[in-house]
């Protein structure tokens, strides 16, 4: 694979994380939008706690992206398990609706992002073993692709039902997709894993410079076994010998 070619690929798979942390955005303003006209103080306690854990989400996003552009694997375990844990809590501990329009009680889409999220940190954390690594990022990838499929026909419904646009409480709100932050995590996913050696892997510059030493060492080797071959063949004399011997010598040692 060329190096324009990863290059382009690490740009993309930046790209798809970074715009699903983005459209993250909006449902923390929605939330807060709504605060002032919270019915309790349960409610306003629980959308506070949506919003950090929504934030926390988008953070954990981000630090996958840092650590794709940047090639530090320990912050996409960082960010990965960030992620896991905020969708892991919404999805368990945040069970509450907005004036009957917004139910976030255990939704379609957070199931499977919370799978997806628990298999990328189970990913990330067995980085040594690259394989294993690569193999579960794209397994995360194709179940993203299997939630797209699963949740098509509730997009659908939700658009039939709510249009683009839906009024409460006499407040305007947009409909919430999930089909293009299910093909943004899928797409990111499945790159990241092409891309995950190159991530990685450490610089083998000592490595390198011994190969490098070893490879002239044998060329003076071959040299000297060259002059050898011209003494006993009587092509040089003793002290000619002596003299290139001693100035390959001195090569070597520099």
């Excluded at 509730?154 to 997709?177: K, M, P």
């Amino acid at each position: 694979m060329k190096n324009e070619k990863k290059q382009m690929i690490r740009y993309v798979a930046c790209a798809c994380f970074v715009i699903r942390a983005v459209i993250n955005i909006p449902s923390i303003v929605t939330l807060f939008s709504v605060m002032d006209v919270a019915k309790s103080r349960n409610s306003t306690f629980g959308i506070i706690l949506a919003a950090f854990l929504i934030s926390l989400e988008i953070i954990g996003e981000v630090l996958v992206t840092v650590s794709i552009a940047l090639s530090i694997p320990n912050m996409a375990i960082v960010g990965s398990v960030m992620s896991f844990a905020s969708l892991l809590i919404r999805g368990v501990r945040c069970k509450f609706t907005i004036f009957g329009a917004t139910d976030v009680e255990f939704w379609t889409s957070g199931l499977f992002w919370i799978v997806f999220w628990g298999v990328m940190s189970l990913s990330m954390l067995l980085g040594l073993n690259k394989k294993n690594t690569r193999k579960l990022c794209f397994a995360a990838g194709f179940l993203e692709l299997i939630h797209f499929g699963v949740i098509l026909p509730e997009q659908i419904a939700l658009i039939d039902r709510y249009g683009w646009l839906f009024v409460c409480e006499n407040h305007t709100y947009s409909v919430n997709f999930d089909l293009l932050p299910v093909l943004l995590l899928a797409t990111g996913a499945i790159l990241f894993g092409i891309i995950l050696p190159e991530i990685t892997e450490k610089p083998k510059k000592k490595k390198t410079i011994t190969k490098q030493a070893q490879g002239g060492a044998e060329s003076k080797l071959e040299q000297l076994g060259k002059l050898n071959a011209l003494l006993e063949k009587g092509y040089i004399t003793k002290e000619e010998f002596d003299a290139k011997k001693k100035q390959i010598m001195k090569a070597e040692t520099r």
